[in-house]
């Protein structure tokens, strides 16, 4: 049975500007820090590695001096219609919650990794080992977040625990939790960014910066044709940026495929 | 006493003979040496993990799917034999129904074994019935499994109780009749919940809408992969049966079951290879031609170098065309070492769709920018998966040595 495209009155979405992202990976380090992600071990398998946010590298493969690179951070993309929540054996992941957050429950998992093949974003990761957590870092480690266990699924949760202490927050001055004015609630890799490629907010609310960034003629989904509705949205400039962000066939134009679909 | 007999001559079946008692142990301690080898891998990862293997975040189904994939496909002649022969009353097909059993019995509890080291936290393998999600394909998979395992014991069962020392038993013996009056039941609902989970194995890949490799539209909830997959195990599951009492007869050298009955076997196959061929070919079509351009891609695009070539896609379609031609022909199908041979390629076929859906399928880099990654099962997947086979030849063996799985074998040996 195929996946149904979820709807929220809340939509937490974030925008990543490609044409600021300089590649430098504070986002990934962010994110490995605030979520207890386990560090691999040196020299490891790099497909074994668990980062819940990878940078990834686009080239438009052409020659010098016509060559031009981007990068592209990749988190979860809390799809609209997941292909994981529908998959998965026992509901160790679902997106049921006000915000659109597709959740993961490690104690759940059993570890089948259904999740994982049919995710085309890569954006799930297995603990094919124990956490270590070597030195004093178990120290450091953030008491929001539990860490998980060998044997189970992770992904990025939007930093989930940033907006229930946000709708916390609200809650104890008297605020509506579920009206966040803009920037109460924003990820650590939104926080880390130096450039400020990296918007976040709900993209339903039109007092928050996401909801006009996201019509932006230069923004796009990644593999949108897929029909998954990404709350993750990119920016760029360059025509063949945004190209990189679907399958495209040669005769067809950035963009014009989606339209068609409606 | 007759000492020309070996020492444990009283639990043949009737009439049968058997090698010597050393002989079988020295055959049982060569796939032992197997045995412990796997179960030396698998008490490793049960211990250590997941990591122990060659599986990795691109690659989370490797071997093992395809394993469990292949055997279950294999060993449907388990469901589809006992269907004809209980439910359409076919009789020539009693004297292969037991090894279709068998046979069945062994690649489902095989394929239960590797499931168990496959998922990464196995205490939790209860969770799929305590918490299931409706909406999975794999939850199906789970229930349906099962359910049909603990029907297969059912039909191994009276097997068991009819060896010939327990048989002396008037309680067993009453109540090893009473299975065979049940039996058609068992095989009613194996062969409900075969077609099912058959079914949902190929479903649990064409739903996968986020692969265009993999996804496919279908039927109402059921993508055409669910048809697909039940059909190639009817087609292939008599085969592997014919081609595993060929085995048997070569080893033991004795004739177990007559050339009609494996001949019978074979046109039940080929009509059912005739099926899936034809929507095979029309699937790889509409995939090729209709679907993927709809997601911007195209055929040419889902292969690539050497390990992902094309030539897997076409060997795997040719392997069907081929041996179905030369088994719709008489004087072809006639010739025995032609016959098998095209029933090994028709196993050979399926096992390499299984192969293809499970790790090509999730090779295939659907963002752009991203690359194809190559996998290759290490020490541990490959042990663990003789570990399976070793203990099906080991349970077969002992089968073949103390049950009456061939009612023909002693009229065949006279």
């Known amino acids: 049975m195929s996946a149904e495209t979820k709807e929220f009155k809340i939509k937490w979405g974030m925008v990543i500007d490609i044409d600021k992202c300089t590649g430098c990976g504070a986002c990934m380090v962010a994110c490995q820090a605030e979520n207890n992600v386990a560090p691999a071990a040196v020299g490891g398998n790099k497909l074994r590695s668990l980062n819940w946010l990878t940078v990834f590298r686009l080239s438009n493969r052409k020659p010098f001096p016509d060559h031009e690179v981007a990068y592209l951070p990749r988190p979860c993309m809390q799809c609209g219609k997941p292909s994981c929540v529908a998959v998965c054996p026992v509901i160790a992941t679902d997106k049921r919650e006000e915000g659109g957050i597709v959740s993961q429950i490690p104690p759940r998992c059993i570890g089948c990794r259904y999740c994982m093949a049919s995710c085309p974003y890569h954006a799930r990761y297995f603990n094919w080992y124990d956490p270590k957590w070597p030195g004093d870092l178990s120290q450091a480690l953030t008491p929001d977040v539990s860490t998980r266990m060998r044997g189970v699924v992770e992904k990025c949760s939007f930093c989930h625990h940033r907006f229930m202490k946000a709708q916390e927050l609200a809650v104890s001055q008297g605020r509506d939790p579920y009206d966040l004015p803009d920037g109460a609630y924003i990820t650590a890799c939104t926080e880390a960014c130096p450039n400020g490629a990296i918007t976040f907010g709900d993209v339903n609310n039109p007092k928050h910066k996401v909801h006009e960034l996201i019509k932006s003629p230069y923004a796009f989904r990644l593999l949108e044709r897929l029909g998954t509705d990404p709350q993750v949205y990119y920016m760029s400039k360059r025509e063949w940026v945004r190209r990189e962000g679907d399958n495209y066939l040669e005769n067809e134009k950035t963009g014009e495929p989606l339209k068609k679909l409606g | ?414």
């Not at chain 2, 001559?9 to 032992?32: D, I, N, Y």
């Not at chain 2, 060896?163 to 067993?172: G, S, T, V």
């Not at chain 2, 031609?289 to 690539?304: A, N, R, W, Y």
């Not at chain 2, 196993?347 to 192969?355: A, D, E, F, P």
């Open chain 2, 1 to 414: 006493m007759d000492y020309s007999k070996p020492i444990d001559a009283e639990l043949f079946p009737e009439g049968c003979e058997r090698c010597s008692l050393t002989k079988f142990t020295g055959w049982m301690a060569f796939l032992g040496v197997f045995f412990l080898w796997g179960l030396y891998a698998a008490v490793r990862i049960l211990a250590f993990g997941l990591g122990e293997t060659g599986m990795d975040d691109y690659f989370g189904f490797g071997l093992w799917i395809t394993l469990d994939l292949a055997v279950i496909a294999l060993g449907a002649g388990a469901f589809f034999t006992g269907a004809l022969r209980y439910i359409l009353n076919i009789d020539e097909l009693k004297n292969i129904v037991n090894l279709a059993a068998v046979v069945g019995f062994l690649c489902y509890t095989g394929a239960m074994m590797i499931l168990v080291l496959d998922i990464g936290q196995p205490i939790r393998c209860w969770f799929g019935y305590w918490y299931p999600n409706v909406h999975s394909m794999l939850t199906e998979v789970i229930f349906c499994i099962t359910c049909y395992c603990i029907v297969l014991i059912l039909e191994f069962v009276p097997l068991v109780l009819e060896n010939r020392q327990l048989m002396k038993n008037r309680f067993i013996h009453a109540l090893a009749h009473n299975f065979h009056v049940y039996m058609p039941v068992f095989a009613g609902i194996g062969a409900f919940l075969s077609t099912f989970h058959q079914g949902s194995l190929g479903g649990m890949y064409g739903v996968l809408f986020g692969r265009p490799y993999l996804f496919r539209e279908g039927f109402f909830i059921w993508p055409w992969t669910f048809f697909l997959f039940t059909l190639s195990a009817v087609a292939c599951g008599p085969m592997f049966t014919v081609l595993v009492c060929t085995l048997m007869e070569k080893i033991t050298g004795r004739k177990l079951v007559s050339w009609e009955v494996k001949e019978l076997m074979g046109k039940v196959g080929r009509t059912m290879l005739l099926v899936y061929t034809v929507f095979k070919c029309l699937d790889s079509f509409t995939w090729a031609c209709g679907l993927l351009p709809v997601e911007g891609l195209t055929f040419d695009q889902m292969f690539h170098g050497w390990i992902y070539g094309k030539w897997m896609f076409w060997l795997e379609h040719a392997l069907l065309v081929i041996p179905l031609i030369v088994l719709f022909i008489k004087p072809m199908r006639q010739c025995r070492p032609v016959f098998y041979l095209m029933l090994f390629l028709v196993c050979t076929s399926i096992t390499i769709n299984r192969y293809v859906l499970t790790v090509q399928g999730i090779a295939f880099p659907v963002m752009p920018f991203d690359r194809w990654y190559e996998y290759a099962p290490n020490w541990a997947e490959w042990a663990s998966s003789i570990l399976v086979i070793s203990y099906a030849a080991m349970v077969l063996s002992l089968a073949y040595r103390y049950l009456p799985m061939f009612p023909q074998e002693r009229e065949l040996n006279k």
